[in-house]
C-alpha cells in the first residue's frame, strides 16, 4: 500500500505566475461569498449560549486535529508522509458551508451549525495556519526518528503572512460589504455560492485531468484512508457532544461541523507556491492533493448519510 501511494507523490501541478493569479482570485472570490453569509446577529447568538459553541471550537480547533495526528501517526507503516499531512491539513481547514445545509437537513441545531462555521472562517487566517505547523511538525519530527526520511519544514511565518493576505482580506471585505449593503447582499449571496462551487469544481477538473489515471490507480487507497479519517472526524463531533452533556440537537450539528471542513480551501492553499514552496517540498507532494481533493467529494456523501439519520433520531 505504502508503495502505491508513493506513486501519487510524482504529481506536480504548476499553475505558473498567471494561472495563480487566477487560483488567488477564485479563493478571494469564494472567501468573500462566504463572509456574505456571516451576520453581526450571529456573531451575538455565539455568547447568549457559550457552552456549544465552546465545546464546538473545541473539537474543531483542538479535538480533530490532534486525533487526526494520532490516526496519522498510527497508520505511518502503510501510508506516506504527504498523506499523512494531507489529513493534518484538512483538519486544520474550518468547517465547510455545505455543514449548515446538512445541520438543517438533521433537524439539528441550524443557529449553532451557523455561528460556529461563521467563527471558523473567521479565525481560519489564523488558526489554520498554526494547526498545520503545529502537528504538521510533530508528525515530522516523530516520523524522521523512526524512518529514514528527512524531516520535513513546514514555513510557518510565509505561510501565515499569505494566509493572511488570501483569507483575511476578502472575509473582513465580505463582512463589510454584508454589513454596509445589506439589501445588495441579499441579492447576490446565492449566485455568488454557486458560482463559487462551479469555478472551484472546474480548477480541480482541469488541475487533476492529466493525472487522473494515477487517481485512478490509487482509488482504493484513497478512498478508505479519506473514509477512516472522515469517520474519525464525525465521531469526534458526536461522541464530543455527548461528553459535553449537549442537547441531542446540538449534538447533530457539532457531529456534522465537526466532520464537513472546508477541504476546498485547503486544495486551493496547496496549489500556491509561496505557502507550499516547490524548492522546499521538491514539487512532490501530490499525496496531500490527491487526499484533499477526495475528501471535498466524500464529506458531502458521508454527511449526506449521517443527516438522514439523524433526522430520523429523535
Given at each position: 500500500m505504502?508503495?502505491?501511494?508513493?506513486t501519487?507523490?510524482s504529481?506536480?501541478?504548476?499553475?505558473?505566475?498567471?494561472?495563480?493569479t487566477?487560483v488567488n482570485?477564485?479563493l478571494?472570490?469564494?472567501?468573500?461569498?462566504?463572509?456574505?453569509?456571516?451576520k453581526p446577529?450571529?456573531?451575538?447568538d455565539?455568547?447568549?449560549k457559550p457552552?456549544s459553541?465552546?465545546?464546538?471550537a473545541?473539537?474543531?480547533?483542538l479535538?480533530?486535529?490532534?486525533?487526526?495526528?494520532?490516526?496519522?501517526?498510527?497508520?505511518?507503516?502503510?501510508?506516506?508522509?504527504?498523506i499523512?499531512l494531507?489529513?493534518?491539513?484538512?483538519?486544520?481547514?474550518?468547517?465547510?458551508?455545505i455543514?449548515?445545509?446538512?445541520?438543517s437537513?438533521?433537524?439539528?441545531?441550524?443557529?449553532?451549525?451557523?455561528?460556529?462555521?461563521?467563527?471558523?472562517t473567521?479565525?481560519?487566517?489564523?488558526?489554520?495556519?498554526?494547526n498545520?505547523?503545529f502537528w504538521?511538525?510533530m508528525?515530522s519530527?516523530?516520523?524522521?526518528?523512526?524512518?529514514?526520511?528527512?524531516?520535513l519544514v513546514?514555513?510557518?511565518?510565509p505561510m501565515l503572512?499569505?494566509?493572511?493576505?488570501l483569507?483575511?482580506?476578502p472575509?473582513?471585505?465580505?463582512?463589510?460589504f454584508?454589513?454596509?449593503?445589506?439589501?445588495?447582499?441579499k441579492?447576490i449571496?446565492?449566485?455568488s455560492?454557486i458560482?463559487?462551487v462551479?469555478?472551484?469544481?472546474?480548477?480541480?477538473?482541469?488541475?487533476f485531468?492529466?493525472?487522473?489515471?494515477?487517481?485512478?490507480d490509487n482509488?482504493?487507497y484513497?478512498?478508505?484512508?479519506v473514509?477512516?479519517?472522515?469517520?474519525?472526524?464525525?465521531?469526534?463531533?458526536?461522541?464530543g457532544?455527548?461528553?459535553?452533556g449537549?442537547?441531542l440537537n446540538?449534538?447533530?450539528?457539532l457531529?456534522?461541523?465537526t466532520?464537513?471542513?472546508n477541504s476546498?480551501?485547503?486544495?486551493?492553499l496547496l496549489?500556491?507556491?509561496?505557502?507550499?514552496?516547490?524548492?522546499?517540498?521538491?514539487?512532490?507532494?501530490?499525496g496531500m492533493l490527491?487526499?484533499?481533493?477526495?475528501?471535498g467529494i466524500?464529506?458531502?456523501l458521508?454527511?449526506?448519510?449521517?443527516?438522514?439519520y439523524?433526522r430520523?433520531?429523535?
Amino acid at each position: 500500500m505504502k508503495e502505491q501511494l508513493e506513486t501519487l507523490n510524482s504529481v506536480t501541478i504548476n499553475f505558473g505566475e498567471g494561472g495563480m493569479t487566477i487560483v488567488n482570485i477564485i479563493l478571494a472570490f469564494v472567501m468573500f461569498g462566504v463572509a456574505l453569509g456571516i451576520k453581526p446577529r450571529t456573531i451575538k447568538d455565539i455568547f447568549k449560549k457559550p457552552k456549544s459553541i465552546i465545546t464546538g471550537a473545541i473539537l474543531q480547533w483542538l479535538a480533530l486535529p490532534a486525533i487526526t495526528f494520532a490516526v496519522a501517526l498510527a497508520l505511518s507503516p502503510a501510508i506516506t508522509p504527504m498523506i499523512a499531512l494531507g489529513m493534518i491539513l484538512v483538519a486544520s481547514c474550518p468547517g465547510g458551508n455545505i455543514s449548515n445545509f446538512l445541520s438543517s437537513l438533521s433537524k439539528g441545531n441550524i443557529v449553532l451549525s451557523v455561528s460556529l462555521t461563521a467563527l471558523t472562517t473567521a479565525m481560519a487566517p489564523i488558526i489554520t495556519p498554526i494547526n498545520f505547523f503545529f502537528w504538521g511538525s510533530m508528525y515530522s519530527h516523530f516520523i524522521s526518528i523512526k524512518s529514514d526520511i528527512p524531516m520535513l519544514v513546514i514555513p510557518f511565518i510565509p505561510m501565515l503572512e499569505q494566509i493572511l493576505l488570501l483569507l483575511g482580506l476578502p472575509i473582513v471585505l465580505g463582512l463589510l460589504f454584508a454589513h454596509y449593503f445589506p439589501a445588495a447582499t441579499k441579492k447576490i449571496i446565492k449566485p455568488s455560492q454557486i458560482i463559487s462551487v462551479l469555478l472551484f469544481v472546474g480548477m480541480v477538473v482541469v488541475s487533476f485531468a492529466q493525472n487522473f489515471q494515477i487517481f485512478i490507480d490509487n482509488i482504493f487507497y484513497v478512498f478508505f484512508i479519506v473514509m477512516l479519517h472522515n469517520g474519525t472526524a464525525l465521531a469526534t463531533g458526536y461522541f464530543g457532544g455527548k461528553a459535553a452533556g449537549l442537547p441531542l440537537n446540538d449534538t447533530k450539528s457539532l457531529t456534522i461541523e465537526t466532520g464537513i471542513q472546508n477541504s476546498g480551501l485547503g486544495l486551493i492553499l496547496l496549489f500556491n507556491p509561496h505557502i507550499f514552496p516547490p524548492e522546499i517540498w521538491h514539487g512532490h507532494y501530490g499525496g496531500m492533493l490527491f487526499i484533499t481533493a477526495w475528501w471535498g467529494i466524500w464529506h458531502i456523501l458521508s454527511g449526506l448519510c449521517v443527516a438522514y439519520y439523524f433526522r430520523r433520531k429523535h
